[in-house]
């Protein structure tokens, strides 16, 4: 029989990639998801895309008897993926109680109810956030950690150090913390991706969106940052090669090749690409003409950021390797779907 891995948060943006790559590796998936911020027919989604239909449990990670109930259900789960989480930075900054109640309740009850069924590995989808504006780039990992800039970045600092203590306390439990720079982009079938509730906060959303014509304009924070051309630069990394990372590092856990018990790996490109960089190269890979006006800086955004991905490309044996061009047709084409669909 094939290991079972249990992905909190599968049918979410991240998870549903992810879902599908260890699906395609032979891992026998449970989805679970509360669908707060995403619909159950992503299952049928990544059942078209992979030919298999993962189990799936509707339900909230903060509900202890609820997951206990799906642990005791899906007997000899080996290893979990946690994506399951509130992410939105400007709403984490009015709602931090529900961030907090959120991100915190649901990493605890995990890590709780993960001995008691004997489940080795949790892989824990960390940020660069918590990296703040580092002093040297490419920022690696032994970078120290700046002061979160709001509580959703909060509560990946405080999941990292309460994964930390709970294997310093003797848990029998084995972690490895992928810290994401900026995952873009959508599965080359166009059958999965990026859906955000509402007005997109995120610049590529907001950026397909206008293209297609549904925001009238994508207002580009800030042309007066010391970079090249005056706009933040981040490391954008296609969402399959995000998801085929947690396939590796599941694979890692599992098979005990780890040499820490917490081990921690940057997930980016090692390329810091800017915002009219990325608008042009949108432009340029698909041919459509972007509406964008430069505006004042956004309270918060971090200057710049990119990863040094070594680490991961050595110890992990993982490597992005899409290129922004092919990245950005995919977002392009699961937009122009999405219109296809009657979604958005
Ligand atoms: C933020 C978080 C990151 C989180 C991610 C997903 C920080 C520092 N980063 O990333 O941890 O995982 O959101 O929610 O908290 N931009 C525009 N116009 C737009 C939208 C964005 O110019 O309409 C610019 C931003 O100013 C920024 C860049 O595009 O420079 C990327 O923004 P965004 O996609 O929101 O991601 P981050 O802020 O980098």
């Not at 799906?70 to 709403?91: L, M, N, R």
């Not at 109810?113 to 956030?129: D, N, Q, R, Y």
Request: charged share 20%; proline share 4%.
């Amino acid at each position: 029989m094939s290991e079972r891995i249990l992905v909190t948060g599968g049918t979410g943006y991240i998870g549903s990639h992810t879902v599908v790559e260890l699906q395609n590796s032979g891992y026998e998936v449970i989805v679970i998801d509360n669908l707060s911020n995403s619909n159950a027919d992503v299952i049928d989604n990544i059942e078209k895309v992979s030919g298999i239909r993962p189990a799936f449990e509707k339900l909230d990670c903060c509900d202890f008897q609820a997951l206990d109930a799906v642990f005791a259900k899906y007997e000899g789960i080996k290893g979990i993926i946690h994506f399951a989480a509130s992410k939105a930075v400007g709403e984490s900054v009015e709602k931090p109680l529900l961030y907090y109640r959120n991100n915190l309740l649901s990493l605890i009850n995990v890590l709780e109810l993960m001995p008691k069924h004997g489940v080795e590995g949790i892989i824990f989808s960390s940020s660069c956030t918590v990296y703040g504006q580092p002093d040297q780039l490419p920022v690696t990992e032994q970078a120290p950690i700046k002061k979160a800039e709001s509580p959703y970045g909060n509560t990946k600092q405080i999941n990292e150090e309460i994964i930390r203590d709970t294997v310093a306390s003797g848990s029998p439990i084995n972690a490895i913390l992928l810290r994401y720079f900026n995952p873009i982009g959508a599965h080359p079938s166009a059958l999965l991706g990026e859906l955000p509730n509402g007005v997109p906060q995120n610049l590529v959303p907001f950026l397909t969106q206008t293209a297609i014509g549904i925001r009238e304009k994508l207002s580009v924070f800030g042309d007066d940052y010391s970079t090249p051309d005056g706009s933040c630069i981040r490391d954008f990394i296609n969402v399959v090669d995000l998801a085929k990372a947690h396939v590796v590092a599941i694979h890692r856990i599992l098979d005990k090749k780890q040499k820490e018990k917490v081990e921690v790996f940057n997930i980016g490109t090692g390329r810091g690409v800017s915002v009219l960089e990325l608008i042009h190269g949108f432009e340029k890979a698909t041919g459509v003409k972007l509406n964008y006006q430069i505006v004042g800086r956004r309270a918060g955004d971090i200057e710049q950021v990119w990863a040094n991905p070594d680490f991961a490309n050595n110890e992990l044996g993982w490597k992005a390797q899409e290129t922004l061009e092919d990245t950005l047709r995919s977002a392009w084409n699961w937009q122009l779907k999405l219109r296809e669909r009657g979604i958005q």
